[in-house]
C-alpha cells in the first residue's frame, strides 16, 4: 500500500468522512443563525478553532454555497445553498411521508388513524388505518370533513390560506344557520366565534373534537407544515375513548412529535455539537 497516498485521503470513520461530517455542522449552524454571523461566533457554536472553519467556510465558498459581506466580513447562506434548499423542498413528498407513520400510530395509540388532504370539496380522507377496536364510523377513503366540527376540517381550517377555504366556510356556516345547529364550543350564528376558533387552534398546535359533536367519536388531528406554515396533511387518531381528546394524553404527544418531524416550516435547528 502506498503510504504517500493513504496519508492524503481524509479519515473515514464507519460512517463517513469525518472532515467533511465537521465541514457540514458548520454548515448547518450558518444556516440555524438569523442572518450573518461572524467566524468567531460561528466558530464558538460549532466548538472548533476559528482557523479550521475558515478553511471551511472558503471551502463553501469556493463551491457557492457561501459568501461573505464584504464590508462587515460577516459570513451568510449564498445562492447555491437557496438552489441546494429549493430542489430539496421540491422533492418533499410531504403526504406520503406523513402516512408512512400512520401505521406505528395506531399500534402505539390503539386508535384508528387516517391522513386527510384538501380536495376539491374540502379536507378529504386519502388514508384510512383501522384499529383492533370496535368503533363505529362512516370514516373512510375518500370521506370529505366539514370545517367545523371535525378535528382535521377544523386544522384545514386554521392553518390553510383565506381563501381556499372561504367558500366551503361560507355554505357551512350558512347550512348551520339555517338548521340552526350551534356545537359546544361555536355558534355558527357568531362569526366572531369562527376566529376565536381557528386562534385557539393555532395557539394549542392541534384540533380536537369529543363525543359531543360526533356521538361515540372523540378525535385529535395534528397538521403537517409546508415550508410556508400551510397546512399540507392533516394526520387524525380517532376512537372511542374521550381520553385521547384530553392535553396530556399520550396518543397526542405523539401524534404531534411526529407531525412536528414531518413538518417543515421553521428555522433549522443547531446541529448538537
Known sequence: MDEKATAEEPEVSRTGIQALDSALVVLRILAAIEGPASLKEIAQRAKMPASKVHRYLASFAKAGLVRQVQRAGLYDLAKGATELGLAAMARMDLVNEA???LERLVAETGAA???AIWGPHGPTVVRWQR???FVITSLGLGT???LLNSASGRVFLAY???ILVR???RAEIDRAKALRLSWPDLNPNRENEIGLLVQTVRN???ASVDGRFIPGLNAISVPVL???GEVEAAVTLTAGDHSISEPGSPALALLRKVCDAVSVTGRPQLPKV
Open 204 to 206: 394549542m398546535g392541534y
Open 160 to 162: 390553510s390560506p383565506p
Open 131 to 133: 384499529t383492533g377496536s
Open 113 to 115: 388513524g387516517l391522513v
Open 167 to 169: 367558500d366551503l366556510l
Open 99 to 101: 402516512a408512512d407513520h
Open 144 to 146: 370529505t370533513l366539514p
Open 226 to 228: 409546508n415550508w410556508q
